[in-house]
């Protein structure tokens, strides 16, 4: 059973950064293509980033481009998440996600495995 375990949210004034990780157990971690998304109150669950499965090719959603970096360790079977010059805007609960496909991903639909999530909260 594959298991997604998120960590490294938390409060942080606007400008500031965090750094998000998740670890991934249970499969074969350089076969998934990795994402994050994340979910504000009362919202979708909006699109963050995405990164193939050798980490050679990444794409943002237009709000974090710039920002936000996505990297992967297939050692450490890990994925992280930089978060740069954070905004009130960005606080939300982030999830990390893996799916089976290949290239990259950016739709709910085609991942099969979530974390529970990890809460950021930027203040002004």
């Known amino acids: 059973q594959v298991q997604l375990v998120e960590s490294g949210g938390g409060l942080v004034q606007a400008g500031g950064s965090l750094r998000l990780s998740c670890a991934v157990s249970?499969?074969?971690?350089?076969?998934?293509?990795m994402g994050w998304f994340r979910q504000a109150p009362g919202k979708e669950r909006e699109f963050v980033a995405t990164?193939?499965?050798?980490?050679?090719?990444?794409d943002y959603g237009d709000s974090v481009k710039g920002r936000f970096t996505i990297s992967r360790d297939n050692v450490q079977n890990t994925v992280y998440l930089q978060m740069n010059s954070l905004a009130p805007e960005d606080t939300a609960a982030y999830y990390c996600?893996?799916?089976?496909?290949?290239?990259?991903?950016?739709?709910?639909?085609?991942?099969?495995?979530w974390g529970q999530g990890t809460q950021v909260t930027v203040s002004s």
């Open positions: 990164i193939s499965w050798s980490g050679g090719s990444t």
């Open positions: 996600a893996a799916s089976p496909f290949s290239g990259l991903a950016y739709s709910t639909s085609v991942y099969s495995y």
């Open positions: 249970g499969g074969t971690f350089s076969s998934y293509v």
